[in-house]
């Protein structure tokens, strides 16, 4: 399924959508409506409905959404119905975390490479790979046939790390390196900062004291 011009953030909310039905499902719900999405998810109901709207019409007046149909759908947009090969680059002690992370796998997501610089941690496994030298970082692209890559190396490395994953295939990043990276048109980039997010707390809370 190939869809043009979705806003970012409803895909954002699809995901937020598809976790709250994974957990209706493990819960026992069969069907669910658009009012209760929209009360777990912080938007309006009308909001979830033009949300899904984007992909087809999944509901029935009256009824609501099947729990199940409906979360199988979400992963099937998401791309969460197809193993996704990731590469970590940079196994401190946050690669080494999310090497490690069980929740990649239930959401389709497998590490299958792990590289770094430090020659301590070279050769010791890190969840369910061996720590590799970043020297093999395109071999192991090639090899493993990587689609996404999680950069998790100091800001300063990060460009140059980003640099070589384009070079070598990588067309999808996640960069948690505290710093701006730039990558060119066609590449996938998300930036995970964690002091963005508490700064913007920090902001919230000044401003309703």
């Known amino acids: 399924m190939r869809v043009y011009k979705i806003p970012e953030a409803s895909v954002m909310r699809l995901v937020v959508y598809s976790r709250l039905l994974g957990q209706l499902m493990a819960e026992g719900v069969d069907t669910v409506s658009s009012r209760d999405i929209a009360r777990c998810a912080g ?17 029935t007046r009256g009824v609501g959404y099947q729990v199940e149909r409906l979360y199988d759908s979400l992963r099937e947009i998401l791309g969460q119905d197809k193993q996704r090969r990731i590469m970590i680059v ?12 069980p929740g990649f796998y239930n959401k389709g997501y497998t590490v299958k490479a792990a590289v770094d610089v430090n020659p301590m941690l070279i050769g010791k496994a890190a969840g369910p790979v061996v720590v590799a030298d970043i020297k093999r970082m395109e071999e192991l692209i090639a090899a493993q ?24 295939g990588s067309r999808a990043i996640l960069n948690f390196a505290p710093c ?25 809370l000044l401003q309703n004291s």
Request: hydrophobic fraction near 55%.
């Open 180 to 204: 701006v990276i730039r990558v060119p048109h066609g590449v996938q980039l998300r930036n995970v900062d964690l002091t963005v997010n508490m700064e913007m707390l920090s902001f919230n």
């Open 90 to 101: 940079g196994v401190g002690r946050l690669g080494w975390a999310l090497a490690c992370y």
């Open 43 to 59: 938007v309006s109901s009308a909001q979830v409905r033009k949300d899904l709207a984007y992909f087809g019409a999944f509901g």
């Open 145 to 168: 046939e990587i689609e996404m890559a999680l950069i998790t190396v100091p800001a300063a490395a990060a460009q140059e790390v980003a640099d070589r994953l384009v070079a070598a």
